[in-house]
């Protein structure tokens, strides 16, 4: 157990639709990552929270939101929905704001859109 | 901007063999460069990394230099076993406004025989 939560680990869901995926850092740590891993894209880095507040963003669609909450939790909002997005959503999470510190990854949510 | 190219496998090995993974990168400026690994049905652990030139990171019998002259970080490891069979994905960091996030290559797929 990494210590990062992930919830669900599955979800399938038809195009169109909105879902939420779910994360809690690690303990101690103020910063979440957001990352996607498809087969053809590879992982690719989302959008970054340092506190609640926003401190990166890459290659995060605009359907695709994100918030920090004041206890540290994260949530990833996709919306309009479309096959493509189905993918392994990763969060990570890290004591600070730079990478040197470390980051520490959850097990991940599997979204399929059907 | 930044890019990581490592060799996609996958890679077939007998237990004992010497491994070499290669990955080379392109970036702007110093980045950090990191060895990560996913096994089946997990998220992806740190497994050593390197912050400047000729650092060498290494960690359960995994090594890699950071070079710059060539730009690569090159993972190998002298005698591998069926448990290290898994994804290895080489990664660098980058800083935007104090924020950091990273750049996977596409990963490798080693494959351990007894």
């Known amino acids: 157990d990494s210590g990062v939560t992930q919830t669900p680990k599955h979800l399938i869901t038809a195009t169109g639709q909105r879902v939420t995926l779910r994360c809690s850092p690690r303990?101690?740590?103020?910063?979440v990552y957001w990352y996607q891993q498809s087969l053809d894209q590879g992982l690719q880095f989302l959008i970054q929270y340092y506190n609640g507040e926003e401190r990166a963003k890459g290659n995060i669609l605009e359907r695709f939101s994100a918030q920090q909450f004041p206890d540290l939790h994260s949530e990833l909002n996709l919306s309009s929905l479309e096959l493509g997005d189905s993918a392994l959503y990763f969060c990570?999470?890290?004591?600070?704001?730079?990478?040197?510190?470390?980051?520490?990854f959850g097990s991940g949510t599997r979204l399929t859109v059907v | 901007g930044n890019s990581v190219t490592q060799m996609e496998g996958p890679v077939t090995l007998s237990e004992e063999a010497f491994l070499t993974i290669n990955c080379t990168y392109t970036a702007t400026g110093y980045p950090s460069l990191f060895w990560y690994v996913q096994y089946p049905g997990e998220g992806l652990q740190l497994l050593l990394k390197?912050?400047?030139?000729?650092d060498k990171g290494s960690n359960k019998g995994f090594e890699a230099t950071y070079r710059k002259e060539t730009t690569s970080f090159h993972l190998e490891k002298g005698s591998v076993q069926v448990s290290d069979s898994a994804v290895y994905f080489c990664?660098?960091?980058?800083?935007?406004?104090?924020?950091?996030?990273?750049?996977f290559g596409k990963g490798t797929h080693l494959i351990i025989q007894p």
């Open positions: 990664a660098l960091s980058y800083s935007g406004g104090g924020a950091d996030g990273l750049t």
């Open positions: 303990s101690g740590d103020l910063s």
């Open positions: 990570a999470s890290s004591p600070g704001d730079r990478i040197s510190y470390g980051y520490t």
């Open positions: 390197a912050t400047k030139a000729d």
